[in-house]
Each structure stands twice: as C-alpha cells, then as structure tokens.
C-alpha cells in the first residue's frame, strides 16, 4: 500500500509462513489418526485367534467358529491407556481449534505458543499412554501364539509423531523470512 505524503511503500508482513500452515497440516493429520486409533479394532491380533481394541477384547477358541468378546474397561491399565489417548487426542484438537481461529484472527503471533505447549502437552500425555499399553499387555496377558501389535496402534504412534511435529513447527520462530525460503 502506497503512502500519499512520503511517496514510500508500506510493506505488512504477516506473521503467518509456510511454517505455520504445514504446522496446522501435521496437527490436521494427528487429529484424523487419533480418531483412527481410537476406532481402530486391531491394536494387537493373533493368528486369527485374538484381537484387542481400546474397547473390546475377543478371543475364538480353536474347535469354535463363535467369538467371545469382554469389554476393555474392566482393568486399571487399560482403562488409564484410553484416558491418556483421549487427553491427547482432546489437547490436539483444542490446538488445531486455536490454530485454525488464529489463522483468521489478528493473534497470530501470540497463538503460535499456546498451540505449541497444547502440542507438547498432548505428545507426553500419548507417549505414556503408548508406552503403557505394551508393557501392562505383555505383563498381563498370556498368548500362547504369535501376536502383534497392529496397525490401531501404528496410527496412535503416526498420531504422536504429527503432532511432535505440528509442534516443532510451531515453535519455530523465523526471524526473517528469506533466510528460509
């Protein structure tokens, strides 16, 4: 925008990069594979015999066609495993509200931070929600077959990754922005 008295050049710069906007896409694919991971009915199968969700656990006997399912919501572990996957996925998707609002909003800048430490927080409570779930299966349940941590589990670590990185990014604070591009 041309100035009228001094003849020079006004020149906005907006607080929003490519950075941001890639940030806002990591935190866009956590929350979808979070969803995925929650919904998920395969974290851990066995040879067509077991299989675990976050809500149900079914077992068929080897001389039976019929599944027998339990809910998941009985043991402390599992029950502590949802609780943190959950808090997560809410803390990633309250930082993907705020990104979205700032992108439309004039805080900018200020928001980067909080949706930052959302991201953070969010990361640490699904990394220990991850690490749990292995240990406490391992420890509590005896398969006497082959069994493997399947791909409910693989979208909940592809979740935590996104949003380490949607954080990162937007912690990033460029300086100037030729430097980067």
């Not at 996925?89 to 200020?110: I, K, N, V």
């Amino acid at each position: 925008m041309a100035s009228s008295e001094s003849g020079t050049e006004e020149v906005r710069v907006s607080a929003l990069t490519p950075l941001k906007l890639v940030g806002l896409v990591c935190v866009f694919l956590a929350l979808c594979l979070d969803v995925g991971a929650v919904l998920s009915p395969a974290w851990v199968t066995a040879d067509d015999q077991y299989y675990l969700s976050m809500w149900v656990s079914c077992w068929k006997p080897v001389s039976s066609p019929q599944w027998s399912c339990n809910s998941t919501l009985a043991t402390d572990w599992q029950i502590a495993t949802l609780a943190l996957l959950l808090g997560g996925a809410a803390l990633t998707l309250l930082s993907f509200l705020m990104a979205l609002t700032s992108l439309c909003a004039s805080c900018r800048s200020r928001c980067y931070k909080p949706v930052a430490v959302l991201l953070f927080s969010a990361v640490v409570l699904q990394v220990c929600s991850l690490v749990l779930f292995p240990i406490k299966f391992i420890e509590m349940v005896s398969l006497r077959v082959y069994h493997e941590f399947n791909w409910g589990y693989g979208l909940a670590w592809g979740s935590t990754i996104f949003s380490f990185g949607g954080a990162i990014l937007y912690c990033l604070n460029p300086k100037n922005y030729e430097d980067y591009y």
